[in-house]
């Protein structure tokens, strides 16, 4: 099958609505939907999506995730503001820039030391609660021109930091032309995004939806920002979200780079990573995924169990709207975050229920749509196992807790 230029297509999750577009209850309207497919390219290690969805229709003032819903990720992105407040913000009034600041959620601690910041995001809900924590935020998109700005205004950044959001930015070369714009001489960007790798391995095809256009790898990685003058000098895999990997990209030259990159990189050789037949072999264990979960949900609904789903991610939009899972089979999602609580889910239209209803009576089984919170929600949730409930998984398959 062709994709795009050079591109061809791997995996096919059919048409799909855009996964944060939670909607107000009763709505029975056309929703936006656009086709979700995964492409790879024939001669070069990259793997993307192949329709670009207008950033303005994925992220605006209502953008509903709240970062800081999770305690965990809470702790991840402090450990992150303490390694740059310690190793890199050390010179003379130093100065970081996040891509992506959400609800100030690793910005708020550098805020909190005194040192010299700035946020960048399109989401004016989230940037206002980032505001109220103290940290200073631009409503834009970053990208060439919003870069230029900063540095005609803040001056060189010794640090440029996305989490999550580098792989929602189809325009990389303008990005990177912007980084290029604003770092020191010996600056670094940092970067941090689901894996490509754990993606295969653990067939987690739900990491796949509107917002996450590339899948990167330290193989991709080295050739997306070389030809803008960039090396990648380290990468370090992360247990967050279901396997990122943080990659610190700096100046040619500037920095040594790190064992752990030729490590990466090999290990990315040896398993052929972005081989078409190591694709389509992800893309075929997508597909029985997807049936055995409709399966098991339809099997556990004719034995009379009561079931419910629990995080209405962006990630459980694709897995619904793919397996074709929808109210008469998870009745209701239960999720912490207000922005979500009382509308639809996108396109498969369950209702979103507040966490706090998470309850006795409880369901028989709860499909884990945040299973990359697994270890946190269970722990919060321990009354429910101990009631006799039962969670649902479906990565790496589906399979009962
Ligand atoms: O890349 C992205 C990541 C960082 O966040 C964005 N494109 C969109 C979003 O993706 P997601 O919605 O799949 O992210 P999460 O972090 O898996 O979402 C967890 C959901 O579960 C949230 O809606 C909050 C909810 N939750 C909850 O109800 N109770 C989460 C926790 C930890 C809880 O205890
Ligand atoms: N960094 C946070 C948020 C990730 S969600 C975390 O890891 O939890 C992705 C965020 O990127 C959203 O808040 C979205 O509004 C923002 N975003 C998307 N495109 C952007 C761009 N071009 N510039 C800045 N932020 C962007």
Known sequence: MSGPDGFEIVLDLGMQPLSDSFLPPGHDGAEYTYPLRVVRHTEHPLVRLDTVVPREKMFHDEYPYHSSTSTRMQEHFSAVADRFLRDELTGDDPFIVEIGSNDGIMLSRVADAGRRHLGVDPAGGVGDIARERGVRVRAAFFDEQCAREIRAEDGPADVVYAANTMCHIPYLDSILRGVDALLTRDGILVFEDPYLGDIVERASFDQIYDEHFHFFSATSVQHIVAPHGFE????????????????????????????????????????????????????????????????????????????????????????????????????VIYDSTPAKQGRLSPGAHIPIAPSSEFRAPYPDYTLLFAWNHAEEIMEQEVAYRESGGRWLVYVPDVHVV
Do not use: W
Request: proline letters at 3%.
């Open 232 to 331: 990648l000098v380290d990468v370090e895999r992360l247990g967050v979200h279901g396997g990122e990997v943080r990659y610190t990209v700096a100046r040619r030259g500037a920095r040594p780079v790190g064992h752990a990159v030729a490590e990466l990189v090999a290990h990315e050789q040896a398993m052929d990573l972005h081989g078409r037949a190591t694709l389509e072999g992800f893309a075929a264990r997508v597909r029985t995924n997807a049936t055995d979960l409709v399966r098991t949900l339809t099997d556990l609904r004719a034995e009379g169990k009561r079931i419910a789903g629990f995080g209405a991610t962006a990630k459980s939009a694709t897995v619904t709207n793919y397996a074709g899972i929808g109210p008469d089979l998870v009745p």
